[in-house]
């Protein structure tokens, strides 16, 4: 296990990757946790979020900073803004979009650490220029 030290991140600081319309920054990852947990910030625009999964492995929480989202966790819908906070265990289907009108900002923390490499293995350095290879990212998907 990795040692764990004291980290910071200034604002805008961390390793950034756009997943398809999905901009994350990196506050910190679980290879400087020791594996205890992942932290992001995550951006996405009015229409834009990912769709329904499961995390095998990790519990997920959302704080919303900006925006508004509509969430499902497992047969519940619910609207999230500013202030929300919203955990989606693991096991349990779960997933959310941007349905306000402008660009939305969260918080999202993983724990245990691990499904940041999924972003980072089909991710890219800056915004996409064209479609997703969405045959890419459901092939690593699995073995995240």
Partial sequence: MAKVGTRTRE???????????????????????GGAFALWEDFLDPGEGPPPHVHANEDEAFYILEGEYTFTVGERALTATAGSFVLAPKGIPHGLRNTGDTPGRMLVMVCPAGVERYFFAVGTAGPPTGPPDIERIVAAAGEY
Avoid: D
């Avoid at 604002?11 to 946790?33: L, Y």
């Fill in 11 to 33: 604002p805008g600081q961390g390793r950034t990757v756009w997943v398809v319309n999905q901009r994350m920054t990196f506050k910190v990852t679980g290879e400087e946790t």
